[in-house]
């Protein structure tokens, strides 16, 4: 056995070493109750927007005359992953009842590419002439 093989060893829990969280991060706590360090995500505040022009999802609750109503977003928050650097993670959720599925993806972005498609989408919009959100 060599001095630098991993060895196992019982320590309380938690027994990760905390990270250092960014300071958008809304845990801010170093993430020492993940179980990996893969697990290690800073997340910043997410920032949805129910698409009115897109299908929703409603199924049928677990109290009778209740309904669970699954509206089609879009949003942007701050991630950073383990040992990486800081993305816009863009999730988006779209349910689409004539394929009888909810789409469910995300991407990520740098700040250049983030900034670079809000400029885009704010640009279309004035030139589609909506009013701005109040
Ligand atoms: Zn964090």
Redesign the pocket.
Known sequence: MTTAEAMPSEAPFPAIRP?E??PW?T?????ATCVSRRD????GTSNYVELSLEECEVNKGEKPGSYLFWPSIIGPCAYRGFNQQPVVYLHFTLANRRHDHVLDESCKLTAAEARELAAHLIAVAEMIGGAPAQ
Do not use: A
């Not at 290690?40 to 997340?43: A, D, F, G, K, L």
């Open positions: 990270i969280c960014t991060c845990d801010g706590d170093g993430h290690q995500v800073c997340w």
